[in-house]
């Protein structure tokens, strides 16, 4: 078990490129398994969420080459084998699998698996695409602790599909299955998101017909002869902001590279709220100094294109340093505010009012302590906050923050931050 060590105090500085977004590239894998041919992705990022889905896609049989150095990865999934699917135990660790049982269900006509996993940020029930699956004819035998579904490929029940919410891997999971489907179908209220997007626009070029891409009407007429394709993974949103969030908190200057601006703007407009001081490149974003931090009467993230959930608890650390109150609100899930009782250890000012409000004060000066990971964003939170506090900080868990950070420690030591990885 590995432990990050840091030292608070030190200003970031420098320049640093945005790596490819973890939330697409899963999804981004799961369409290769649609078509025998095979598929190149660029700009793949070395964390351990991909790492696990390659090996299950390799378990399966497909043949897979990454080269970390470039970030280029090909994969040809012609002979992966739905038997042994059920044999893959790996499966079970990411939420993201759900995508990929709708490409093998799509592919296939039947998958058997594990039930994915994911973070431990709350209550996360498959019930909106099972519902959608179902729509459309598909016949769910288990969906406990394991997953069995089976299409009969008689054609689909139903044309259209009015999601219950704007699920991201839910429009992934029902357009992937679609995708196989030589039918016209229509998906309402689905998910607008970049890594959705990005699922789509993969899909439109191995062949399927796809119209209302970033909207939240989605049209989508499959094929049986996919092609494979070259496509590049789109910068990490949540990577971006949590960096720039990095400067902002210890007074630095920062240029983050690679940098999709549209993806960014209700963040952005955050920023410049909390008096932020930054400006934007072509394709780049600096962090620079005097920052003039105040409190906003609330923080609400939303579905895109407004503020990512998955930014909230960066953003939390931020409100620890602005003059004032700001009210949190996650709608989502009832366990994404677990990280603020760390922050409260460290001296923060926070009210937790229940589940899904809380009050964080500021300007708040923070002490170092020892402090545990509770999901991927919320360590990634705690890291900021040893940032900037006080003496010596000890974050624990750091599995978590592997799983969509690449090479978190080194980065920041690039940027002049005092952190260490320590092997235990």
């Not at 084998?81 to 799509?106: E, F, Q, W, Y």
């Not at 919410?165 to 039918?183: K, N, P, W």
């Not at 340093?321 to 760390?342: A, D, I, N, S, V």
Request: net charge negative; with cysteine; hydrophobic share 40%.
């Amino acid at each position: 078990m590995s432990y990050f060590r840091i030292k608070g105090g030190n200003k970031l500085n420098g320049t640093m490129r945005i790596s490819g977004e973890k939330n697409s590239v899963l999804p981004m894998l799961a369409c290769a398994v649609l078509t025998t041919k095979t598929c190149t992705l660029r700009d793949v990022p070395e964390i351990s969420d991909v790492e696990k889905f390659i090996e299950a896609l390799r378990f399966m049989g497909a043949e897979i080459d990454w080269n970390k150095e470039s970030k280029i990865l090909t994969i040809n999934c012609e002979k992966i084998d739905p038997k042994r699917v059920t044999d893959c135990m790996a499966l079970g660790s990411t939420r993201a699998n759900i995508v990929l049982a709708g490409a093998l269900l799509g592919r296939f006509g039947e998958v058997k698996m594990v039930m994915p996993g994911g973070d431990a940020i709350g209550h996360r029930p498959l019930d909106m695409h099972l519902e959608g699956l179902e729509t459309f004819g598909v016949e769910v035998i288990e969906a406990a602790e394991w997953l069995h579904l089976k299409y009969d490929r008689s054609g689909l029940k139903e044309k259209r599909m009015i999601l219950s919410e704007a699920s991201v891997t839910g429009t992934e999971t029902l357009a992937v299955f679609l995708a196989a489907q030589t039918e016209a179908s229509e998906l309402c209220f689905a998910a607008a998101d970049p890594q959705v997007q990005a699922t789509l626009h993969m899909l439109k070029e191995m062949g399927v017909a796809v119209d209302g891409i970033g909207t939240s009407t989605i049209q989508i007429k499959g094929s049986k002869n996919l092609v494979g394709v070259d496509q590049t993974v789109s910068p990490d949103v949540t990577v971006t902001g949590t960096y720039a969030i990095a400067a902002a908190i210890t007074g630095g200057d920062v240029t983050l590279t690679n940098v999709h601006h549209p993806h960014l703007y209700s963040f952005y407009g955050t920023l410049q709220r909390l008096g932020v001081n930054f400006e934007l490149g072509e394709n780049s974003l600096r962090v620079f100094p005097p920052h003039n931090l105040i409190a906003i009467r609330v923080i609400k993230p939303n579905i895109f294109p407004g503020l990512c959930p998955d930014l909230q608890s960066p953003l939390s650390v931020l409100l620890t340093q602005c003059g004032g109150t700001t009210q949190l609100f996650e709608w989502m899930y009832e366990g994404r505010l677990g990280h603020l009782w760390e922050l409260k250890k460290m001296g923060a000012q926070i009210k937790i009012l229940n589940l899904h409000q809380a009050e964080i004060t500021g300007k708040t000066n923070l002490k170092g302590g020892t402090v545990q990971s509770w999901d991927l964003r919320a360590g990634a939170a705690m890291v900021l906050a040893g940032l900037i506090a006080e003496g010596e900080t000890i974050v624990q868990d750091i599995y978590w923050i592997d799983r969509g950070y690449e090479h978190f420690a080194a980065n920041l030591q690039a940027l002049g931050a005092k952190i260490e990885r320590v092997m235990v």
